[in-house]
């Protein structure tokens, strides 16, 4: 999902009540060079415990959309892995 997608998303739910305000969020970006495999390790985690297949699928496409996303870093320091 693209940020301004989920951010209005996001912000709809806090409108109609179903996002408590208070409720602690933790965000993935993609270049993130360790977001594709969170993505990737909850997809299956969630095979194993009934999530339905499309909720899956849109979980992996968002894996491969985050592994072709230029730049990337590694969390906490400057530059892109092409910098390295």
Same mark, same amino acid.
Not at 5 to 28: H, T, W, Y
Not at 46 to 72: C, F, H, V, Y
């Given at each position: 999902? %693209?940020?301004?997608?989920?951010?209005? %998303?996001?912000?709809?739910?806090?409108?109609?009540?179903?996002?408590?305000?208070?409720?602690?969020? /933790?965000?993935? %970006?993609?270049?993130?060079? /360790?977001?594709?495999?969170?993505?990737?390790?909850w997809a299956l985690d969630r095979m194993k415990n009934?999530?339905?297949?499309?909720?899956?699928?849109?979980?992996?496409?968002?894996?491969?959309?985050? %592994?072709?996303?230029?730049?990337?870093?590694?969390?906490?320091?400057?530059?892109?892995?092409?910098?390295?």
């Amino acid at each position: 999902m %693209r940020a301004k997608d989920e951010v209005a %998303r996001l912000i709809k739910k806090l409108e109609d009540g179903s996002l408590p305000p208070e409720e602690p969020l /933790f965000v993935l %970006r993609a270049q993130d060079m /360790f977001a594709d495999r969170y993505v990737d390790e909850w997809a299956l985690d969630r095979m194993k415990n009934g999530t339905p297949k499309e909720k899956i699928l849109e979980a992996q496409a968002l894996a491969d959309m985050m %592994r072709a996303w230029s730049p990337r870093r590694i969390p906490g320091c400057p530059g892109s892995i092409a910098d390295l």
